[in-house]
């Protein structure tokens, strides 16, 4: 009886160590990019140093296994793919999405840097006076190429500031969603597998309750860190 209560003990100690040994976040871990899988295909994103509290939020995530099952419950073409509700894990058909997640929140970390161009990944949020992030459902963008014109249009009615002419460059010819700028945490992109976003952002979507749920799952199979290399 002794015995078994001792391996019992030492079962529960190793299980809390591991899980606590998970949740630290190391120089190592920082040097690595982030493996999704999907099951419409794989993207890789690095993330930014510029931005410490997201990016060791989304890493200490990556390493507990908080993603896998997820489901991306929110898409909507030449916008963005959203995803990282724990409550889309199994959910049923019709069921609307987009509340669920860790109760804290990560305060912003805007960078005149880092833009809403193709291919970035940043930290949805709800009406937060601070605009802190939530803890753990993200976006990423697919957004649309602008003309000079359309940019001035964004300028004026939504940003109220005017957009740098290096990124100015990159909205007209790669795209983006500028009027999300200093709003939302940007805080990483991709570095492969951007064409998954587009498969991802062209997916039948509801009209109903669910609005812009995909009727048919879209979910992350995995997430894990992975080395870098070059793509």
């Known amino acids: 009886m002794k015995k078994i209560v001792f391996l019992l003990l030492t079962f529960i100690f190793t299980q809390l160590t591991w899980g606590q040994k998970d949740s630290i976040v190391t120089k190592r ?15 890789w994103i690095r993330l930014s140093d510029s931005t410490p509290l997201h990016r060791d ?14 489901l991306f419950h929110r898409v909507i ?9 724990p409550d889309s894990r199994g959910a049923a058909p019709g069921v609307p999405l987009g509340n ?6 990560i305060p912003a970390e805007f960078r005149p840097t880092l833009f809403h161009k193709k291919g970035v990944i940043a ?9 802190a992030s939530s803890a753990s459902q993200f976006y990423l963008t697919q957004g649309k190429v602008f003309t000079e014109a359309g940019l001035d249009s964004v300028e004026t009615y939504r940003l109220k500031r005017k957009i740098p002419a290096d990124q100015r460059k990159v909205y007209t010819t790669l795209g983006g969603v500028p009027h999300l700028d200093q709003n939302y945490t940007v805080f990483g992109e991709i570095v492969k597998g951007l064409e998954v976003v587009d498969k991802i952002a062209a997916v039948p979507t509801s009209k109903g309750p669910d609005k812009d749920r995909p009727l048919q799952d879209v979910k992350i199979i995995d997430a894990k860190l992975v080395k870098r290399k070059k793509h």
């Open 123 to 131: 930290a949805a949020r709800d009406n937060h006076p601070q605009k």
């Open 77 to 85: 073409q030449n916008f963005m793919i959203q995803s990282g509700d």
């Open 57 to 70: 939020n989304f890493i200490k995530l990556v390493k507990t296994n908080y993603y896998p099952g997820i």
């Open 100 to 105: 669920g997640g860790p109760d804290y929140l």
């Open 29 to 43: 871990d920082r040097k690595k990019d982030v493996l999704l899988e999907t099951s419409m295909g794989n993207i």
